[in-house]
């Protein structure tokens, strides 16, 4: 399995990069991971998002699909493909240091 260092934190990661452990990740890990995926800083909106998307893994399992997430977390489907213009759920999953949600390409 690949391991990715954060910080001084090897974590391991599935073959997309996406945590294995949610449990190892933390949010000073987030920065690194939002700008190795082409977000310069993270905002309060983004922190919105990616908290969301923690609390939804944590209840269901799963991450919450784009659809899902733009109708429950507060932000617009429009706002989060300007916040995360790679792919919203995807993007924002990996950034929060949860596994891919499912449907996600």
Do not use: N
């Amino acid at each position: 399995m690949p391991t990715v260092t954060y910080g001084e934190s090897a974590v391991p990661v599935d073959d997309e990069g996406f945590f294995t452990d949610p449990a190892q990740w933390s949010e000073p890990m987030a920065e690194q991971i939002a700008h190795e995926s082409g977000i310069e800083e993270l905002t309060g909106r983004h922190w919105t998002v990616i908290r969301f998307m923690r609390d939804q893994y944590a209840a269901k399992g799963t991450g919450p699909t784009v659809r899902v997430l733009g109708k429950t977390s507060g932000v617009s489907v429009k706002e989060l493909y300007q916040l995360f213009p790679k792919g919203p759920a995807k993007t924002a999953a990996k950034i929060a240091g949860i596994p891919k949600p499912r449907g996600c390409i």
